[in-house]
């Protein structure tokens, strides 16, 4: 037998003063009450109750038993009416863990946005452009790039994506000239974010797979932007974060009629099973913000 409802039911028993109220209180039939009890005392090897044919009395025993464990029960059905409450209503610690150019250029609204709707829900943001492990971490929800969720058992959802343009400053393609094929950037310094030297682009003669002469690799694209602007080499960057560089002339956007593969961020959580309500509400806050139309997706 269930050893917490034994214990609820002779708590329940013993402020009733009576087998069939308990029963009706506990929506259990009298003959279950009355296995409970039968159990307990077996159990402790001490009679708790005395039962005549008119009244229920409790033992000395008894009484120092239930002194001892009304108290308890009384805090678990708190505990429980507590934590069901993070099923009703979010609120609590959110933690979420997310790329740093991202977060700078997306989050702050959409956090605002999501806190007006749930204020019991205190928001906890890490940026990070490093791998995370979410368990390890303590990290309820992450916003990750397709390089970190591959082969990971966590939940994922796709968020945004966006296309990566080569581009360089103009100080460095009058220095060293204009890329026309990608085959010709194994005669250029380039600047990327790792994930191997080999990129592949796509463009009217099909697939073309080019090894990089890489001058900086570095997990941060705000980093990349810069050493771009300076000159340093062709940057891989994604595109919506070099819009403006690339609008006012300080970039200048190379292989046009190729492409690379889009930079995605998916959201990632540990669990789909008894999922909180401050995970599931705000992975539904994020999807709907970023399928909007006007959404500028920043990766």
């Known amino acids: ?14 402020r009733e003063g009576s087998f069939t109220r308990a029963a009706d209180r506990l929506a259990l ?26 009244k229920l009395s409790l033992t000395e025993a008894g009484e120092s038993y239930f002194e001892r464990t009304r108290n308890i029960v009384g805090q678990l059905s708190e505990a429980e009416t507590f934590v069901t409450s993070f099923a009703s209503v979010p609120s609590g610690r959110l933690r979420v863990v997310a790329p740093v150019v991202f977060g700078q250029r997306n989050l702050g609204p959409v956090l605002h946005a999501y806190r007006q709707q749930y204020p019991d829900v205190l928001l906890d943001l890490t940026l990070s452009d490093a791998g995370r492990d979410l368990i390890a971490q303590g990290y309820d929800v992450g916003i990750l790039p397709d390089s970190e969720i591959r082969g990971v058992t966590w939940v994922t959802r796709p968020l945004v994506s966006t296309p990566v343009v080569a581009c360089a400053s103009p100080a460095y393609i009058a220095w060293h000239g204009l890329p026309r094929n990608p085959r010709d950037l194994v005669d250029h310094a380039c600047v990327h974010s790792g994930g191997g030297a080999e990129r592949v682009f796509h463009g009217p003669e099909g697939e073309v797979r080019v090894t990089l002469q890489s001058a900086l690799l570095a997990n941060d694209f705000e980093v990349l932007r810069q050493a771009a602007l300076a000159g340093m080499g062709v940057g891989l960057l994604p595109a919506a974060l070099v819009r403006q560089d690339l609008k006012q002339g300080a970039l200048v956007a190379l292989l046009t009629n190729y492409g690379l593969r889009p930079r995605e961020l998916h959201i990632v959580y540990a669990s789909k099973s008894f999922l909180p309500l401050k995970i599931r509400t705000f992975v539904d806050h994020l999807v709907a913000h970023f399928m909007l139309p006007e959404t500028v997706q920043l990766v």
């Open 29 to 54: 039939s009298r003959s279950m009450i009355t296995r409970h009890i039968a159990a307990l005392e077996s159990r402790l090897k001490t009679r708790l109750i005395n039962r005549d044919t008119r």
């Open 1 to 14: 037998m269930d050893q917490l409802l034994t214990i609820r039911v002779f708590v329940e028993v013993a």
